[in-house]
């Protein structure tokens, strides 16, 4: 009953037919892995999103942000409550000379594209992560010579309380794979992003270049959540979990990948408890040969009760 009325508000909101009732979650995660969702709804725009959001709040309804789904770990329960995923809705961007609008749901490859079409340099980094802007902003999402933390600007996102708070350089707190969103579980709805001019011939040589590197060293093949663990000060996670011998080491459908060992895949039929046998595997065998524990750095979320 009570989520016969949820559902009804949802559909005012947004129509029915983005409102999805025990929608299995590994049709929306790059793992391929999860159970269903009470409700999943997918605003179609920021206004929606805003109401969809104070309406759990005012009713304590319990609720989880996704992005594109390519850093979480749903549990093979599934989600209680609703998931609202912003992917691939609420894309629009502007650009005003040397700085980049996006809203949450924009895709960070083609924000980096959308970078290279305007000779702005400073995105390349991101040419080929396959999460959203609110997802990267939220998990200052990096690679190679580039993080989040190094562009952004200006983010407005929703706080718990339904308010909408602006923050600007350094109070977005940035850290590795962690920012003031993330820790204060807010939403980001949209973000800028301060770029440089340059050459447009340089900007594409090098996001060939990451592009090349990925393809030739991630199991992109394979479904993921890309790198599973953080990185411990002053160690590579992949050779850590090599040298412990455990390149290619599987449990049910879950491997270590064999191309990088940093990724796990889901070789087929994977479930969320056999990824996660692997994960407390891989940090008691690491943890015992080099007294190094292993953080995760994907998000691993649902219902383990
Ligand atoms: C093959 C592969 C390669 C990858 N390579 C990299 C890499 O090089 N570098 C890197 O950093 N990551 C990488 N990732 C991980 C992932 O793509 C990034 O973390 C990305 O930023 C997640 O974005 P998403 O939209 O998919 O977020 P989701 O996976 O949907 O969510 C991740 C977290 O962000 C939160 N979130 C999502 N959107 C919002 C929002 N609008 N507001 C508030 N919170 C939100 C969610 O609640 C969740 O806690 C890779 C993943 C794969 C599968």
Redesign the pocket.
């Known amino acids: 009953m009570e989520n016969q009325e949820l559902v009804k508000k949802l559909t005012s909101i947004s129509g029915e037919e983005r409102v999805l009732i025990n929608e299995l979650m590994s049709k929306h995660?790059?793992?391929k892995i999860g159970g269903p969702a009470d409700i999943m709804a997918i605003p179609e725009n920021t206004v929606q999103l805003e109401e969809m959001v104070k309406y759990f709040i005012s009713m304590k309804t319990p609720y989880?942000?996704?992005?594109?789904?390519?850093?979480?770990l749903v549990s093979d329960k599934g989600i209680r409550g609703v998931v609202v995923?912003?992917?691939d809705n609420?894309e629009s961007y502007s650009v005003n000379d040397d700085t980049l609008e996006f809203e949450?749901?924009m895709?960070?490859s083609r924000a980096s594209k959308i970078a290279l079409a305007n000779s702005l340099s400073g995105l390349e980094?991101?040419e080929?992560?396959?999460?959203?802007?609110?997802?990267?902003?939220?998990?200052?999402?990096?690679?190679?010579i580039g993080?989040?933390s190094m562009v952004v600007c200006e983010t407005d996102?929703?706080g718990t309380d339904g308010s909408i708070i602006k923050v600007c350089g350094e109070e977005h707190c940035f850290s590795y794979?962690s920012s003031i969103?993330?820790k204060s579980?807010?939403?980001?709805?949209k973000t800028r992003l301060k770029l440089k001019k340059e050459d447009p011939v340089k900007i594409k040589t090098l996001m060939d270049d990451f592009n090349f590197k990925?393809r030739d060293k991630?199991?992109?093949e394979w479904?993921?959540?890309?790198?599973v663990f953080k990185r411990p000060a002053g160690h590579f996670v992949g050779k850590l979990i090599d040298d412990s011998g455990l390149r290619g080491f599987s449990i049910g459908g879950a491997q270590i990948s064999d191309k990088h060992s940093g990724?796990i895949i889901n070789r087929g039929n994977a479930t969320c408890s056999e990824v996660l046998s692997l994960i407390e595997y891989i940090q008691n065998t690491v943890n015992q040969k080099y007294n190094i524990r292993l953080e995760p750095?994907?998000?691993i979320?649902g219902d383990f009760s």
């Open positions: 995660t790059s793992f989880m942000i996704m992005g594109n789904g390519t850093n979480l995923k912003i992917y609420l949450a749901g895709l960070i980094f991101a080929g992560i396959p999460g959203t802007i609110g997802g990267a902003v939220t998990m200052n999402a990096g690679a190679y993080e989040m996102y929703m794979r969103i993330q579980r807010g939403i980001v709805l990925r991630q199991p992109l479904p993921s959540a890309g790198s990724f750095e994907i998000r979320v």
